[in-house]
Protein backbone atom coordinates (compact mmCIF):
# COMPACT_ATOMS: atom_id res chain seq x y z
CA UNK A 1 0.00 0.00 0.00
CA UNK A 2 2.85 2.47 0.92
CA UNK A 3 4.64 1.79 -2.07
CA UNK A 4 1.69 3.57 -4.23
CA UNK A 5 1.47 6.62 -2.33
CA UNK A 6 3.05 9.49 -4.60
CA UNK A 7 2.08 7.50 -7.75
CA UNK A 8 -0.33 9.34 -8.85
CA UNK A 9 -2.20 8.56 -12.06
CA UNK A 10 0.37 5.63 -12.32
CA UNK A 11 -1.11 3.99 -9.42
CA UNK A 12 -1.44 0.28 -9.70
CA UNK A 13 -5.32 -0.13 -8.56
CA UNK A 14 -5.73 -3.66 -8.83
CA UNK A 15 -2.60 -4.01 -6.67
CA UNK A 16 -4.02 -1.16 -4.23
CA UNK A 17 -6.93 -3.39 -4.54
CA UNK A 18 -5.40 -6.48 -3.57
CA UNK A 19 -3.58 -5.66 -0.81
CA UNK A 20 -6.62 -3.17 1.02
CA UNK A 21 -8.38 -6.71 0.43
CA UNK A 22 -5.82 -8.75 1.93
CA UNK A 23 -5.38 -6.37 5.16
CA UNK A 24 -9.19 -6.10 5.85
CA UNK A 25 -10.22 -6.44 9.32
CA UNK A 26 -10.97 -10.06 10.08
CA UNK A 27 -7.71 -11.21 8.28
CA UNK A 28 -4.56 -12.14 9.23
CA UNK A 29 -3.42 -8.36 9.68
CA UNK A 30 -6.45 -6.81 9.49
CA UNK A 31 -6.86 -5.60 13.11
CA UNK A 32 -3.00 -4.05 12.75
CA UNK A 33 -3.15 -0.12 13.94
CA UNK A 34 -0.49 0.23 11.16
CA UNK A 35 -2.08 -1.69 8.52
CA UNK A 36 -5.25 0.71 8.76
CA UNK A 37 -3.25 3.58 8.79
CA UNK A 38 -1.27 2.42 5.18
CA UNK A 39 -4.94 1.98 4.13
CA UNK A 40 -5.85 5.31 4.82
CA UNK A 41 -3.07 7.35 3.70
CA UNK A 42 -2.92 5.05 0.45
CA UNK A 43 -6.51 5.72 -0.26
CA UNK A 44 -6.45 9.54 0.46
CA UNK A 45 -3.75 9.99 -1.58
CA UNK A 46 -5.52 8.21 -4.70
CA UNK A 47 -8.51 10.06 -3.73
CA UNK A 48 -6.63 13.07 -4.70
CA UNK A 49 -6.07 12.31 -8.19
CA UNK A 50 -9.05 9.76 -8.36
CA UNK A 51 -11.79 10.79 -6.54
CA UNK A 52 -13.88 7.93 -8.31
Avoid at 9 to 21: N, S
Avoid at 22 to 32: A, H, I, K, S, Y
Amino acid sequence: MISQLGKREATDLQLLADAIKENLPGTRFGNEFFISKAIGWALRDLYRTNPT
